[in-house]
């Protein structure tokens, strides 16, 4: 058990809301200590010099904000596009990858402040909690963590009176929905959402058309790599950042980017989850699209095992596990020659790759084609096909003989 006389100075992850606006009064008054709030901006369309204020108001010792877009867009989802980054084969894992980065200022921020403890405002059910603790532990150990909404016991409704009672602002809408956003999705879950039968809810939705209202004519675009990340977009350079928040634009307009997922939590719930992603869906696809231009068929698939695994680290807040920058030397290694350029169709909801090339093609086409320029000496087939069936055909004399 922590002893109550030891928390002195805490850094709080503090997102504007109500569980972390009632967490700076309720830790303050818990433990007689200062809370110092530290928001990270990961490209959440916020308001943060209004957060910031709002902390402040409500008690806060000092409050800091970080931005850490870039860092997040070149650090977090460049690697994840390189490994494919995608859980049980749906969600482009885009709250996952921003909670290390969180728990890192925190720490950062923690350690300028002089502070002994950090605190963030995750509930108990969630993998949110696991991702920030174990990258903060990581970090430093040292520090003790504190989890007030996981274990104050306030329903919603006290937590409501609690923030009366102590002139804690209240957003005027009870929320419908528990949203998370960043520079690579929203996550929208709970409400409506919890029974799995029901479809969602126009109203859940905000970077994305409806496929439906989406335009009548596709948008086609054409996506640059060098090495495996994206760095042009129609022709154009652009810094991580604006081609990422171009390309969620673009496909969001389209319609592209709803994922409606049943999802297996790490603390063991079977959760329905809703997200919007468009950028990652289309970089993804893309990217994904490419590798297959240039890897070859061994690599291609031993790399499926390497990039699955990754995607699980991160979801199951393992972003500091030492195995996931061994399995990036593989993802790196391979991603060397993953450049070019890849055309996607956006149309009402889909985004389709419609052309691909690269100076590290190894697609011949002398090889392919059905054309009289062929190269390739079909008669080889004669001895491949009996040999590469070896083993299943007489497999199959055995089974058979043994039911006979
Ligand atoms: N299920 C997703 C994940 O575990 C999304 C979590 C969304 N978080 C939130 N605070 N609403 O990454």
Not at 40 to 45: F, R
Not at 92 to 104: D, Q, V
Not at 150 to 165: H, L, P, T, V
Request: glycine fraction near 8%; hydrophobic fraction near 35%; proline fraction near 4%.
């Amino acid at each position: 058990m922590i002893k109550v006389t030891e928390i002195k100075r805490i850094a709080l992850a503090y997102s504007g809301g109500l569980d972390t606006s009632v967490a700076i009064k309720w830790l303050a008054e818990k433990y007689g200590a200062k809370v110092i709030t530290v928001t990270v901006d990961l490209g959440q369309d916020e308001d943060f010099k209004a957060i910031g204020d709002k902390a402040l108001k409500v008690g806060a010792e000092n409050h800091y904000t970080v931005d850490a877009k870039r860092e997040f867009a070149t650090g977090y989802i460049f690697p994840s596009i390189k490994a494919n980054g995608i859980y049980q084969f749906k969600y482009p894992i885009s709250t996952s990858l921003g909670r290390p980065l969180i728990a890192e200022k925190l720490v950062e921020i923690a350690h300028k402040e002089g502070c002994d403890s950090v605190a963030h405002g995750c509930t108990g059910k969630g993998n949110d909690q696991i991702r920030i603790e174990v990258s903060c532990m990581a970090r430093d150990p040292s520090l003790k963590i504190l989890a007030p909404t996981r274990n104050w016991g306030m329903s919603r409704d006290q937590e409501i009176e609690y923030a009366k009672k102590h002139g804690i602002p209240i957003s005027k809408a009870a929320k419908k929905y528990s949203i998370d956003e960043c520079l690579w999705g929203r996550s929208i879950e709970s409400g409506p959402l919890e029974n799995p039968w029901n479809a969602p809810q126009d109203d859940g939705w905000l970077w994305t058309t409806s496929p439906e209202s989406a335009p009548d004519k596709p948008t086609i675009i054409e996506v640059e790599f060098k090495q495996g990340v994206p760095v042009a977009l129609d022709g154009v350079a652009m810094e991580p950042v604006d081609l990422i928040r171009k390309v969620n634009r673009i496909a969001g307009e389209n319609g592209v980017g709803r994922v409606d997922h049943m999802e297996d939590r790490i603390v063991g719930i079977k959760s329905r989850e809703t997200y919007e992603c468009p950028a990652a869906t289309v970089l993804l696809e893309a990217h994904r699209d490419l590798e297959k231009l240039i890897l070859n068929r061994h690599e291609h698939e031993f790399k499926k095992l390497v990039d699955d695994k990754w995607a699980f680290l991160v979801y199951a807040g393992l972003w500091d596990d030492p195995l996931r920058e061994e399995l990036e030397a593989f993802i790196n290694k391979s991603n060397e020659r993953v450049d070019g350029k890849v055309r996607v169709k956006l149309y009402k909801g889909s985004a389709m790759v419609c052309g691909r090339s690269s100076p590290n093609s190894v697609y011949d086409f002398k090889t392919a084609t059905y054309d009289s320029s062929s190269t390739f000496d079909q008669t080889l087939s004669n001895g491949f096909i009996p040999l590469w069936g070896l083993q299943t055909v007489v497999s199959r004399k055995v089974i058979s003989n043994r039911r006979a």
